[in-house]
């Protein structure tokens, strides 16, 4: 299955949603300590190999990466600079980034795409804010500031233009409508820090958080006392959680265990595949909107793997 090695250490990998062969990394050096990071843009070709696009190099490193919905050449990045940069692809490095937006005070962990609207984006700081975006705009639209401890994670609902989740270190995943002038939901949905969010494709009052606890959690915001799923395997942080596009129970999540899981979070089982490929932190991964069962992940081991569920990603 194709692979690709990466100078520094892998921290997301997304899919582009125009076209089933690309995909964009976001890496950063020294484990994203200190130094800096690099925007990778993969083509993989039909008969194995991987190849480079395009790379973008940072003052700083990189921790997450969305494309835009509208346009295909253009990337997202969140940086540990706190700036949030825009890259067209079809452009070459020197005229790179085209904008850079710089309101954050602290790193920033994660940047998506509005899915419905196409036309705006979220990004989640360390400095406890998420903030809204358009492209068009170098001053953000909104600032949205409840957590009191870093944002790691916010993401669009894929059915309301308006409403999105943010997951913190505070413990609490909060629904937010930026029509609204405050969170409309807090869930205290585990007893430690809280890395990831995603909702589910299918249903839109349905989201999963994953935490520090090792656990997955899915919840139906309708009646959210307690979970209607609770995924335990991971052996130890669980950093990212994402649904299926294309089935409407199952997700994948990666984890400081070094493990890929595949689940089907509405069978007993719910553990339906496992991956251990990766030699570090697995902190990365990603499911194609375009080819059904097609994955890729990235970790600290500075690989970055694309393979179909149920093959060995090792696999030549």
């Known amino acids: 299955m194709p692979m690709f090695k990466t100078p520094f250490n892998g921290y997301s990998v997304k899919f582009s949603p125009f076209y089933e062969n690309q995909l964009a990394v976001a890496t950063a050096q020294n484990f994203g300590i200190l130094g800096n990071g690099r925007v990778h843009i ?11 696009l395009a790379a973008f190099d940072t003052a700083d ?22 700036s ?11 005229n790179n980034p085209i904008r850079s937006f710089q309101e954050h005070t602290r790193e920033v962990h994660s940047v998506d795409y509005n899915t419905v609207r196409k036309d705006s984006f979220l990004s989640a700081s360390w400095d406890d804010t998420v903030k809204l975006w358009t492209v068009d705009r170098n001053a953000s639209v909104r600032t949205f500031k409840e957590h009191a401890y870093c944002v790691y994670s916010a993401a669009w ?21 930026v029509r609204e002038p405050g969170s409309t939901m807090i869930l205290p949905a585990h007893e430690f820090e809280i890395l990831t969010c995603d909702w589910n494709k299918y249903d839109d009052c349905i989201i999963a958080t994953a935490s520090v606890d090792k656990s997955i959690k899915v919840w139906d915001i309708r009646n959210y006392r307690v979970p209607i799923a609770v995924l335990n395997g991971h052996g130890y942080a669980v950093r990212k959680v994402r649904f299926s ?12 265990d070094m493990t890929v899981c595949m689940w089907d979070y509405m069978v007993e089982d719910a553990l339906i595949g496992r991956y251990d490929h990766h030699t570090e932190f697995a902190v990365g991964v990603d499911m194609s909107v375009l080819v059904e069962g097609l994955l890729a992940s990235t970790g600290w081991d500075e690989l970055v793997y694309v393979w179909q569920h149920g093959m060995d990603p090792r696999a030549p």
């Not at 993969?42 to 480079?52: A, F, R």
């Not at 609902?157 to 409508?177: K, L, M, Q």
């Open 42 to 52: 993969l083509q993989l070709s039909p008969n194995g190999p991987v190849s480079e």
């Open 61 to 82: 490193g990189v921790y997450d990466v969305c494309w835009s919905e509208a346009h295909d050449s253009l990337v997202i990045a969140a940086s540990g600079d706190g």
């Open 84 to 94: 949030v940069k825009l890259y067209d692809i079809s452009l070459p490095p020197i």
């Open 157 to 177: 609902n894929p059915r309301h233009a308006d409403i999105f989740a943010s997951a913190s270190g505070d413990c609490t995943t909060r629904i937010w409508d």
């Open 245 to 256: 596009p294309h089935r409407a129970s199952a997700m994948v999540s990666c984890s400081y």
